[in-house]
């Protein structure tokens, strides 16, 4: 993934100047469909739907949006942050830690008490409905032949998770916050297909996808994932 923070001087701790913080995709997958129209025997339009997964842990977890010093007892503003935001219901208990060691405490904790307990890491998971319109070319090859594929897709959020895993707890706190509804990718391969049947298809194809749209509304936030995947599959033609 591809993050980036602007004019954060009230953010303790610039990602950019902290050697020791450190983000780490733990997992990715991409699932779907596609249907094509062959408009010459080597190009072909696709549509189709997909779901897709992404997921980052954070080992940097006593950057917050105010100084720790700043923080005073009681107070329910302060949140944990990552490089993509803000995230909505994590907060900083400055009587309980110190920046070193600091300890977190639900956004609603007067009426529904959370256990207290030191941040060990923070786990961030979005998903989405992904709708893409792609070109494939096919440049040679009968029963095995190289192909290009181009396009872009729109995608429709419809998870933003957050885990917070501590010395006593592994706990949902809400989500990242300000992250868009929607995103737009760009998306290139370079693949083979395997003819198997008259009917049947192999497809490998390395793909690179980078989405254009920043997905935090947020204007110090740039989110802008990167993924560079192997996308397979198997293909019938009629």
Same mark, same amino acid.
Do not use: C
């Given at each position: 993934?591809?993050?980036?923070?602007?004019?954060?001087?009230?953010?303790?701790?610039?990602?950019?100047?902290?050697?020791?913080?450190?983000?780490?995709?733990?997992?990715?997958?991409s699932t779907g469909v596609l249907v094509g129209y062959?408009?010459?025997?080597?190009?072909?339009?696709?549509?189709?739907?997909?779901?897709?997964?992404?997921?980052?842990?954070?080992?940097?977890?006593?950057?917050?949006?105010?100084?720790?010093?700043?923080?005073?007892? &009681?107070? !329910?503003? *302060?949140? #944990?942050? +990552?490089?993509?935001?803000?995230?909505?219901?994590?907060?900083? =208990?400055? $009587?309980?830690?110190?920046?070193?060691?600091?300890?977190?405490?639900?956004?609603?904790?007067?009426?529904?008490?959370?256990?207290?307990?030191?941040?060990?890491?923070?786990?961030?998971?979005?998903?989405?409905?992904?709708?893409?319109?792609?070109?494939?070319?096919?440049?040679?090859?009968?029963?095995? &032949?190289? !192909?290009? *594929?181009? #396009?872009? +897709?729109?995608?429709?959020?419809?998870?933003?998770?957050?885990? =917070?895993? $501590?010395?006593?707890?592994?706990?949902?706190?809400?989500?990242?916050?300000?992250?868009?509804?929607?995103?737009?990718?760009?998306?290139?391969?370079?693949?083979?297909?395997?003819?198997?049947?008259?009917?049947?298809?192999?497809?490998?194809?390395?793909?690179?996808?980078?989405?254009?749209?920043?997905?935090?509304?947020?204007?110090?936030?740039?989110?802008?994932?990167?993924?560079?995947?192997?996308?397979?599959?198997?293909?019938?033609?009629?």
């Open positions: 993934r591809n993050s980036s923070i602007d004019n954060m001087n009230s953010v303790q701790n610039a990602f950019g100047t902290d050697p020791n913080f450190k983000e780490t995709p733990t997992f990715s997958y062959n408009f010459t025997p080597r190009l072909t339009i696709f549509v189709g739907a997909a779901f897709n997964t992404f997921s980052n842990t954070t080992n940097r977890d006593y950057i917050h949006s105010k100084p720790f010093d700043q923080i005073t007892p &009681g107070d !329910t503003s *302060t949140y #944990g942050i +990552s490089s993509a935001g803000e995230m909505t219901g994590l907060n900083i =208990v400055p $009587t309980q830690g110190t920046p070193e060691n600091p300890t977190y405490i639900q956004q609603d904790y007067m009426m529904n008490p959370s256990e207290i307990g030191s941040i060990k890491k923070i786990t961030q998971t979005f998903s989405y409905v992904e709708v893409p319109v792609l070109a494939r070319y096919k440049l040679f090859g009968k029963k095995v &032949g190289m !192909t290009l *594929t181009g #396009g872009m +897709s729109t995608g429709f959020i419809v998870q933003n998770e957050v885990l =917070v895993s $501590t010395d006593k707890e592994t706990k949902q706190f809400r989500e990242t916050n300000a992250i868009r509804n929607f995103n737009m990718n760009l998306i290139l391969g370079v693949g083979i297909e395997a003819k198997l049947t008259p009917f049947m298809y192999l497809n490998i194809e390395p793909t690179f996808k980078y989405s254009f749209v920043n997905w935090s509304m947020d204007s110090r936030f740039k989110v802008n994932p990167i993924s560079i995947g192997l996308m397979t599959g198997l293909a019938f033609k009629f």
